[in-house]
């Protein structure tokens, strides 16, 4: 498109937002009440503690090799694949619930199954992304989706919970009801068809067969999937925004889990623990305003080493004052810059990888803070006994505080221009 907002009129993005949108909303329809069903099924904390744990850990792994099968295969059915089972597994659910025949099993096998498919298949949505918007509208496309995500985590909780207490099926029969929508929504897609890549590596792309037929001599899934990695590592661009990102994304992960944590510990009443995420969304959303209104019209390099500061600083106040309403204005605030590092930086870098390679280098960037971000928990859970609120988070403080040293001091990234000039920057 043309024009920043000519997207809207295109009837490929309209139909990948409604499918995306109706993934999101019902991943956090179900979220909240996932728990809850498993807790209410075996009357045992520790079940519902490890059935969201065995999600997150299998949607990971299997995160690592979807990449890959997103990229060797063509995205529109594995769209349309993960909307049909995840509606299925949930209308199955409430199906069992309404006639009195779920145990305790079964909550985990359809989580498993559930968590599984969306790593195996579900990055198709963000990697078919690329395929229907242009390079200079892509991050402000990737803003739409910040501010998006934000609305529909700050509503999807507590919805979830006016549908629980109707019903407690009700929550899977909407699940299901916004996956058959997001099916529907990507029947209606027009996306370039691959079904053959082979490993011809340039300076900047690698090649791939667009033809109608599997090639006999199509490099294998391993070859494919180790080529994600080398491709991702061949300039010195990617592995410092990854780092970058990581750190940082580790820092407030761990933040967010100390907060949580010492509130708890301190015996802080569950509505006001809940509000936090409440303000952490409120400001993203803002965040998301901004990128929106900026993110075509900024030098991106210097506007990251903004936000990178802007993160680290509002954490300040946490390290002098642990009161409630200090830790909750400094924790939204801490948030508010993050939709523009996904939008902008993020952004940047999607923009310029070839279609072909979306899932696979996806992954890559992905994998360190995911490794990062498991052991956040279990680090604040251990230090806050020992160390204290304070010394926790500065901890986690320091950690932000590498990522933006990283920014500021760093060429690969205070150099990368504003969209309109992203054609001709090199990755």
């Not at 359809?110 to 200079?136: E, K, P």
């Not at 001599?217 to 494919?224: K, N």
């Not at 002098?320 to 902008?344: E, G, H």
Request: some cysteine; hydrophobic content about 50%.
């Amino acid at each position: 498109m043309s024009t920043t907002t000519g997207f809207w009129q295109s009837r490929g993005y309209v139909s990948w937002f409604t499918a995306d949108t109706a993934v999101a909303v019902g991943s956090a329809l179900r979220g909240f009440v996932v728990p809850l069903i498993a807790f209410s099924v075996s009357h045992s904390l520790s079940t519902a503690g490890w059935l969201s744990t065995l999600s997150i850990a299998l949607q990971q792994v299997c995160g690592l090799f979807g990449g890959t099968i997103v990229d060797r295969h063509p995205r529109k059915p594995l769209i349309i694949g993960n909307a049909v089972i995840q509606m299925l597994l949930w209308a199955s659910v409430s199906l069992l619930m309404v006639i009195g025949r779920l145990d305790t099993l079964i909550p985990f096998g359809v989580v498993a199954v559930s968590a599984c498919t969306t790593g195996l298949i579900g990055q198709a949505t963000d990697a078919a992304l690329r395929s229907i918007i242009s390079m200079q509208n892509y991050a402000k496309a990737r803003s739409i989706n910040e501010g998006r995500d934000a609305t529909i985590n700050m509503a999807g909780s507590p919805i979830g919970g006016i549908l629980y207490g109707i019903q407690p099926w009700l929550p899977f029969v909407c699940s299901a009801v916004v996956y058959a929508i997001a099916g529907g929504s990507a029947a209606r897609l027009h996306l370039h068809e691959r079904t053959g890549i082979v490993t011809t590596r340039g300076e900047d792309t690698v090649g791939v067969i667009s033809t109608g037929t599997r090639k006999a001599g199509r490099s294998s899934f391993l070859d494919d999937f180790l080529l994600g990695w080398k491709w991702s590592f061949h300039s010195q661009r990617i592995p410092l925004i990854i780092a970058a990102a990581s750190l940082m994304n580790f820092g407030l992960s761990g933040i967010q889990y100390t907060i949580q944590l010492h509130l708890i510990n301190i015996g802080t009443q569950p509505f006001r623990i809940g509000l936090m995420d409440t303000g952490v969304c409120v400001g993203m959303l803002v965040g998301s305003v901004l990128a929106n209104r900026l993110s075509d019209k900024v030098h991106v390099g210097r506007t990251m080493c903004v936000a990178f500061i802007m993160a680290v600083a509002f954490v300040i106040p946490m390290l002098l004052d642990s009161s409630y309403w200090v830790i909750f204005f400094s924790y939204a605030f801490m948030a508010l810059p993050f939709p523009m590092v996904n939008s902008m930086l993020l952004g940047f870098v999607f923009s310029k990888i070839e279609e072909h390679m979306q899932g696979r280098v996806a992954a890559v960037i992905s994998a360190p803070a995911q490794v990062l971000s498991m052991f956040c928990s279990g680090m604040a859970g251990s230090l806050l006994p020992v160390s204290g609120f304070t010394a926790t988070v500065a901890i986690f403080f320091v950690a932000m505080t590498v990522s933006s040293l990283i920014t500021l001091f760093t060429a690969a990234i205070k150099t990368i221009p504003q969209s309109s000039q992203w054609p001709s920057a090199q990755l």
